[in-house]
Each structure stands twice: as C-alpha cells, then as structure tokens.
C-alpha cells in the first residue's frame, strides 16, 4: 500500500535532507546530509521507503 503526503506550507527551517555527499570534499562539496542520521533512516524505514531516500527535517519546528 503506498501513501502520498502534500506539504502545503513548510517552515523556514525545513529542508529536504538525504545522506550527504561524502567522498566530494577535494571538489569543494560539503557532505551535509541529515542532522540525526539514525533518526532518518529509521523514519524511511518505517514508512518502506528506501534508507536513503530524501526526508523532510525540520529544525525546531
């Protein structure tokens, strides 16, 4: 069963987060990524998403 959910009005603090960019740092990327790692994964996971898959984070929010 799949689900959709439509965001009508974000935060200014919520973004869209996946796990970074590691590995990119010599070409001046950031590897950024989610602030709470595991918190992320676990969330994808227990919605049957992907582990990786972009999440929305909102910081004090």
Same mark, same amino acid.
Request: aromatic share 4%; charged share 20%.
């Given at each position: 069963?799949?689900?959709?959910?439509?965001?009508?009005?974000?935060? &200014? $603090?919520?973004?869209?987060? =996946?796990?970074?960019? &590691?590995g990119?740092? =010599? $070409?001046?990327?950031?590897?950024?990524?989610?602030? =709470?790692?595991?918190?992320?994964? $676990?969330? !994808?996971? $227990?919605?049957? !998403?992907?582990?990786?898959?972009?999440?929305?984070?909102?910081?004090?929010?």
């Amino acid at each position: 069963m799949a689900g959709e959910i439509e965001v009508l009005k974000a935060g &200014p $603090l919520t973004t869209v987060q =996946d796990l970074g960019r &590691p590995g990119y740092a =010599d $070409l001046g990327i950031g590897e950024s990524g989610a602030a =709470d790692r595991r918190s992320f994964t $676990l969330a !994808n996971r $227990l919605v049957g !998403n992907a582990e990786g898959a972009a999440a929305l984070e909102c910081t004090l929010g």
